[in-house]
């Protein structure tokens, strides 16, 4: 919510700093609106989203943040990090979303510090039920480790909505490679690991849903 100068258009005498300061902020928020600062797919800067009226603060995932039409964020209070910053975006709703889907064309561009004063924060309002994106989901990778320390992806499966889903299959996929490690690939270390599940890759995917993990692995191998 940007606050009223309390000095009328009238009043003799210089305006004061405090009210100078508020001028000159939202002097920077109607330029950084105007000329956004470009965001690049892969960078690994924290970006400025749409809410409906809204625009608020979103941190990209790392290695997630590289698809043209899709990526993974989580949405942050604008003075994140602080520690106040933090227990008021809880009490607003921005730390119980996890990592959601983010269309890039809902993008402006690069965060700046002057749009802090357009956010749901700002104007002390939670965050909508409806934000307009899913959750990001999770996955679980299932790794050949060489002894020169090369690494090559086997299978990737999901997304699965919850992480103990995925904790769930990737247990039961290292207890079938333990089984069965003399014979998966000579020379390799092979594991499952829980990993974010890669949006701007889905079609790398293989659903857990519709098939059993076990079986996919045993495809794999």
């Known amino acids: 919510m940007i606050r009223r100068l309390r000095r009328c258009g009238h009043a003799p005498g210089a305006i004061s700093a405090e009210d100078q300061a508020v001028v000159d902020q ?3 928020m109607l330029a950084a609106v105007r000329s956004p600062q470009p965001w690049t797919p892969g960078s690994g800067r924290d970006v400025a989203v749409r809410i409906g009226p809204y625009i608020e603060r979103a941190h990209t995932r790392p290695g997630d943040d ?58 002390n309002l939670p965050l909508p039920d409806d934000i307009g994106m899913d959750p990001a989901r999770y996955g679980v990778h299932v790794e050949a480790r060489g002894a020169d320390g090369t690494t090559r992806t086997m299978l990737r499966i ?12 990737s247990d039961r996929l290292n207890g079938e490679l333990e089984d069965r490690a003399a014979t998966v690939i000579p020379g390799w270390t092979v594991i499952a690991k829980e990993a974010p599940f890669d949006v701007s890759d889905h079609e790398g995917y293989r659903d857990p849903y519709g098939n059993d993990a076990v079986a996919l692995l045993r495809a794999a191998i």
């Not at 999901?158 to 299959?169: I, Q, V």
């Open 66 to 123: 590289h698809g043209t039409e899709t990526i993974a964020v989580a949405l942050v209070h604008p003075d994140a990090p602080n520690a106040a910053a933090h227990l008021h975006g809880r009490q607003l709703g921005y730390t119980d979303r996890g990592w959601l889907r983010c269309e890039t064309t809902t993008i402006l561009g690069a965060w700046q510090p002057a749009y802090a004063m357009l956010t749901h924060a700002a104007a």
């Open 26 to 28: 939202f002097r920077a």
């Open 158 to 169: 999901g997304p699965y909505t919850e992480t103990w889903l995925a904790s769930r299959d």
